[in-house]
Every structure is written in C-alpha cells, then in structure tokens.
C-alpha cells in the first residue's frame, strides 16, 4: 500500500485535485441515487492507481455516506425487520472475502462485475423484469452474491439494488434499505481489510480526507434527490449503472 506521500503527492496538484474530484462525483451520485458511490470511484480511480490502493480509500466514505442515509431514513426497525436475513449473509461473506483481497484476480472480477450492471440494467431499462419472490430464500441468495463482490471488490451496490428494483421498492424506502445493507457491510469490510494488510492507519486518515469532500458531495446529490420523480429517479439508477459498468469493463480488460 502506498504511504501518505506517494498517495497524495502535496508537489502535484493536479494530481489530488482529479482524485478529489472523482470522488466528488462519485458522492453526488451516492446522495442522488442512493447507491454507486464504490462503483463510480472505482471506475476512474483505477485509472490513477491499483484497485488494492484505491478500494481501502473508500472505507471511511462508505461508512459515513451509509450511516448518514440509514439515519435519516423512516421506519428503521421495520427495514431491519424486513432485510434482516439480506444484511446477515453480507456480514458474513463480506468478511469471509475481504481478507484475501490481496490475492484475487482483480481484473477478471472487475470485468465480472462490469458485465453483470449492463445486462442489469439494459434488461431493466428494456422493460424485462426479473422475477423475484418476497420469500427470504431470495434475501438469502441475493445477499451471498452482494458479500462476496462487496468482500473483494468493495461494489456490492448492484446486486442490492437488483433486488430492490425487482421488487418495486418505492423511491424512499429504497434509499433506507440500501443505507442498512451497505452499512451493516462496511463494519466487516474494513475488518478484513486490516486481516488483508490493505487498510492502515496512513490508509485511514487519507480515507478520512477523502471522507470530507465526499460529505459534501453526497449532500450535493441529497439536494438534487428531492426534485425528481419516482419514475426518473428508477431510470437514473439503471442509466447509471449501465454507464458505470461500461466503465468498469473497460478499466478490466486495460489492466
């Protein structure tokens, strides 16, 4: 892992203002959308640096951006009532997953990932809806996925919100289901990235100032949120995905 100085070098600005500003955007997508904050990061920060540098950056944003939005959501106990099985699987393979993220193919999981969010959302978009019960077995199924990508690649954004958008999730319920099983993930994230060697503590405090411009971000994309429409909202989502995961595909295939 690169130490304080060579990440965030104070001679380039050029340099920190890029990284700074792909975070911005990634945040006001997080506040706009509810979810894609690790997803559209990653897409370009890959460009700047490997993924095993630039995953752990995004530790302190995860658990800030998700904190906040679970706490301002309605109904809290009745979501965790409701998705309680969902985030004990992420839990669990979450944290099974973090701690070998040093040694997994990156490339080849980026690619994975990137194909799964344009067929998600070109499936979507063209209508084809994807038949999931209201059954906890789907809970299940769908939370041993969103763990295991979440573990290695800290984007375990697309499958929650495959589920979620399946089963027509109303606009703000969305937005507090999606901040509960992200945060209930970020806690055995950072676990098994301190096991993997990935998350130290010059690591931490460069994720606490990237932290800083992501809270403003993230309000930025708040603000946005609650001028749109449900139906518009539904299709940000989709589109945003289809454009993140274009970009991841690329970001695999060039590394």
């Avoid at 904050?37 to 995953?55: D, Q, R, S, V």
């Avoid at 589920?163 to 676990?191: H, Q, S, W």
Wanted: proline share 5%.
């Amino acid at each position: 892992m690169s130490s304080w100085p060579e990440m965030f070098q104070i001679t380039d600005p050029g340099f920190v203002a890029l990284v700074a500003l792909i975070f911005l955007g990634a945040a006001i997508i997080k506040g706009f959308l509810g979810i894609g904050l690790p997803a559209a990061a990653m897409a370009f920060l890959t460009l700047l640096m490997p993924p095993t540098e630039a995953i752990p950056l995004l530790w302190l944003s995860i658990l800030g951006t998700n904190s906040l939005q679970f706490a301002r959501a309605p109904n809290k106990w009745d979501i965790a009532r409701e998705y309680w099985l969902f985030a004990l699987a992420i839990v669990v393979f979450i944290f099974a997953t973090s701690m070998f993220i040093a040694d997994y193919p990156t490339a080849l999981l980026t690619v994975a990932i990137g194909i799964a969010m344009v067929l998600f959302s070109l499936n979507l978009l063209l209508g084809i809806k994807l038949r999931i019960g209201p059954g906890l077995g789907w809970q299940g199924v769908f939370g041993v996925i969103s763990g295991t990508l979440g573990g290695i690649s800290s984007i375990w954004s697309p499958t929650v919100a495959m589920y979620l958008v399946a089963r027509d999730v109303e606009k703000e319920r969305f937005i507090g289901a999606t901040g509960f099983l992200f945060l209930c993930g970020v806690l055995p994230l950072g676990a098994g990235q301190v096991v993997a060697g990935v998350l130290t503590f010059p690591v931490f405090l460069q994720s606490f100032l990237v932290l800083m411009i992501v809270l403003v971000g993230y309000r930025i994309g708040e603000l946005l949120r609650a001028h749109v429409s449900q139906d518009l909202f539904r299709k940000a989502v989709l589109i945003a995905f289809l454009l993140m995961g274009i970009r991841l595909i690329f970001n695999g295939l060039a590394a």
